[in-house]
C-alpha cells in the first residue's frame, strides 16, 4: 500500500506510520468513547451536541460495514437512554450500540454470583442490573450485601457511606464504575464522584475498589463480547490516555486519541508506553481522512 503522509501527519503516525496505518485499514470493529470523543454535554452530561466528524466518521463506518459501539463511563442514565440521546442529536444506532458501566457491572457480578448488590448511584446505574436479576439494595442502614457499586452520585450522604462501609466491612466486594478524577464537557473538566466514593470508603474499610468501567480489561471484553470482535482486532477511540487508551494497550486493541476532549494539548506525546497511542489526531476529521486512506491504499 502507498503511505505517502503529508508533511503534518508523521507525528500522529507515530514512529512506524505504515504498521499502524496498516492495522487501522484491518481493523473490524469500533469502541468510541462518547464525552469528549463523539460528544460534549454540559455539566449534568446533558445538551449533547456532536463533535465536528462524528456523524460523518460513524456513518462512514457503518456503510463500510464495521461494527462499532460507544462506551461510556458515566452512569446519569441507562444505556438505553445514552442511545435514544444519541439518536436525538443524529446519530444512526440502537439500544443495544451503547454500553456503560452498569453493563460491564452485570457481567461482573454475574460470573461471581454476587445477587445482592448496595448501589451508590441513580436508576441509570440500578436498573441494568434489576433486569438482571440482582437485588438492588439501598445504601441505608446495616444491609447484607455481596456487593457496593458506585457510580454518578452527588447527592451521597454520611449514611449512604456508612451503609456502604458496613456492607463492605462484612466481606461485600468494592466495585467502582469509574476512576477517573474528570470527565470532558462543554464547560471543561467536570469532577466525577466514584473515584470519591470509593477513596472514603477504602480509606474507612481498607478495601480496595475493582474498576468495571474503562479501563478495564472487563470493561473492554463486554465491548468485545457485544460487537462479537477479538480484542486485536477492535481499534479503541477516546481522548482520555488514562481510559480508552489504557484499555487499549491492556487488550491489545489499536489505541486512537482525540485531542477534543480532555487532552487538547501535546500531552499525549510524552505518555508512558501503558498508555500511548498508537495513533493520535487532532479530531475525527482527520481520523476519518486517515481511515478512508488506509483503506484507498493512499493517504489523501
Not at 508533511?7 to 505504515?18: R, S, T, V
Not at 461494527?67 to 441507562?78: C, D, S
Not at 460491564?104 to 445477587?115: M, N
Request: net charge negative; hydrophobic share 40%.
Amino acid at each position: 500500500m502507498t503511505t505517502d503522509v503529508p508533511a503534518h501527519k508523521p507525528d500522529a503516525l507515530g514512529p512506524d506510520p505504515e504498521a499502524v496505518l496498516d492495522r487501522l485499514r484491518d481493523v473490524r470493529g469500533v469502541v468510541f468513547d462518547m464525552d469528549g470523543t463523539l460528544v460534549l454535554g454540559d455539566r449534568r452530561n446533558h445538551r449533547l451536541a456532536p463533535l465536528p466528524g462524528a456523524l460523518a466518521l460513524t456513518s462512514w463506518l457503518t456503510a463500510r460495514g464495521l461494527p462499532w459501539t460507544v462506551f461510556t463511563n458515566g452512569t446519569t442514565r441507562t444505556p438505553e437512554a445514552y442511545a435514544g440521546a444519541l439518536r436525538s442529536i443524529g446519530f444512526a444506532l440502537d439500544d443495544t450500540a451503547v454500553l456503560t458501566p452498569a453493563t460491564s457491572a452485570v457481567d461482573r457480578l454475574v460470573a461471581e454470583g454476587q445477587r445482592r448488590v448496595v448501589v451508590l448511584g441513580g436508576d441509570g446505574l440500578k436498573e441494568p442490573l434489576r433486569r438482571a436479576g440482582i437485588e438492588v439494595l439501598e445504601p441505608k442502614g446495616k444491609p447484607q450485601a455481596d456487593a457496593v457499586l458506585t457510580g454518578w452520585y452527588r447527592e451521597f450522604t454520611m449514611d449512604d457511606l456508612e451503609a456502604a462501609c458496613h456492607a463492605v466491612t462484612q466481606g461485600a466486594a468494592l466495585y467502582s464504575s469509574s476512576q477517573s478524577v474528570h470527565f470532558a464537557s462543554a464547560d471543561g473538566p467536570v469532577l466525577g464522584t466514584s473515584r470519591i466514593l470509593c477513596a472514603m470508603i477504602g480509606s474507612v474499610t481498607g478495601v480496595t475498589e475493582e474498576v468495571v468501567g474503562k479501563p478495564s480489561r472487563n470493561a473492554l471484553g463486554c465491548a468485545a463480547a457485544r460487537l462479537g470482535i477479538a480484542f486485536h482486532d477492535l481499534a479503541v477511540v477516546g481522548d482520555d490516555p488514562e481510559l480508552e487508551m489504557a484499555m487499549a494497550r491492556r487488550g491489545g486493541a489499536l489505541a486512537v486519541a482525540v485531542r477534543t476532549g480532555i487532552h487538547t494539548g501535546d500531552g499525549l506525546d510524552t505518555l508512558p508506553p501503558e498508555q500511548a497511542p498508537h495513533l493520535a489526531v487532532e479530531g475525527l476529521p482527520e481520523l476519518l481522512a486517515l481511515w478512508r486512506g488506509a483503506c484507498e491504499g493512499s493517504i489523501r
